[in-house]
């Protein structure tokens, strides 16, 4: 049984995973190797969970309990975490050395998880010492607002994995969809080409961004334009799935937007940057660049 899980990496999304973990009762460490990174997660929590309470939906007491199940490393502290949860940047260099390291710190039976956007699971699977218990739980940003975990089950994770992990999200009362391994499972296999195209659109001069994102928002129904929503997903992991579905599946019509290269060369990453499509100030409500 899932008791203790350590969340590798402590951004956006990890501080969102680690938060909802916890309010629903499991002790969770937040690893990252920024300092900052760390004391952000822990700032950002700690907001997220305020406004809750200031809003009815928590009482102050769940609120302390939250918190006092947290605790925040910059490295994993002990083997007997029962599930790692990955949510490093989306790099597949990076996650799968961290997951082969981190399959030789933790304890056996201990469950590895990956956030990951788009990677191959098998990729990463076969990278550990454990095949069998590595699996992706795709969480959605913001974690805590948002209802749908993807799971990704490689072509070597085992039943009991999936039904450990499928209890896990019932627990923290998220809806689960299962997608089989290939580039960008569904979410993003669908999602990202359409961001793509409004990069595309701001970059062939056909429109704004605002009004781009507004055609999208009024004409289609969207809560967020297009170029918000990448924004706030983060120009460089959206780069990344890009890459990720046209290598994967060798197809052209994945090429990703010249535009959106110079922007996360120019360090242009969106939201967490101050900067993307929109500029932002110490809020989170945008202006047009
Ligand atoms: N941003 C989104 O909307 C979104 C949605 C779903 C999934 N994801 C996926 O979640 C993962 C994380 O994305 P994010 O948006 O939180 O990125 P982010 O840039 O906000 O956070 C990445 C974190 O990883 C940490 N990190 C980097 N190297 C590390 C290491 N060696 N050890 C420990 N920590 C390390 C960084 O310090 C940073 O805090 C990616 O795989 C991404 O594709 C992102």
């Not at 809750?52 to 925040?72: D, I, M, P, Q, Y």
């Not at 974690?143 to 009991?160: F, K």
């Not at 900067?275 to 202006?287: A, E, L, N």
Request: glycine share 8%; with cysteine; proline share 3%.
């Amino acid at each position: 049984m899932i008791q203790q899980i350590v969340v590798l990496g402590g951004g956006q999304m990890g501080n969102g995973i680690a938060h909802v973990c916890a309010q629903a009762g499991y002790a969770v460490t937040v690893v990252d190797i920024s300092e900052k990174q760390r004391e952000l997660a822990q700032a950002t929590i700690t907001k997220n969970l305020d406004r809750s309470v200031s809003k009815g939906n928590l009482s102050e007491a769940a609120k302390k309990e939250t918190l006092a199940r947290l605790s925040f490393c910059d490295a994993i502290p002990h083997r007997d975490f029962d599930l790692l949860i990955e949510a490093v940047t989306e790099n597949v260099v990076l996650k799968t050395k961290l997951l082969a390291d981190a399959s030789h710190r933790l304890k056996k039976e201990a469950i590895i998880a990956s956030n990951t956007s788009s990677i191959s699971l098998t990729q990463l699977a076969v990278a550990t010492d454990r095949p069998e218990q590595v699996i992706g739980m795709h969480f959605m940003n913001p974690v805590p607002l948002m209802q749908l975990v993807e799971v990704i089950r490689s072509l070597t994770t085992s039943e009991a994995t999936f039904q450990a992990v499928a209890e896990v999200i019932e627990k923290i009362g998220k809806t689960m969809v299962v997608s089989q391994d290939m580039p960008g499972f569904i979410v993003n296999r669908i999602l990202m080409p359409m961001i793509n195209e409004a990069i595309y659109s701001l970059y062939e001069g056909i429109a704004t961004a605002e009004d781009i994102d507004r055609a999208m928002k009024l004409g289609t129904n969207q809560p967020m334009g297009p170029l918000a929503l990448a924004d706030l997903i983060g120009l460089d992991t959206c780069l990344a799935i890009m890459s990720v579905l046209h290598e994967g599946f060798s197809d052209s019509k994945y090429r990703p937007c010249p535009l959106l290269r110079n922007y996360v060369n120019a360090g242009w990453l969106g939201r967490k940057a101050g900067r993307g499509f929109y500029q932002y100030g110490g809020s989170v409500s945008c202006q047009k660049t």
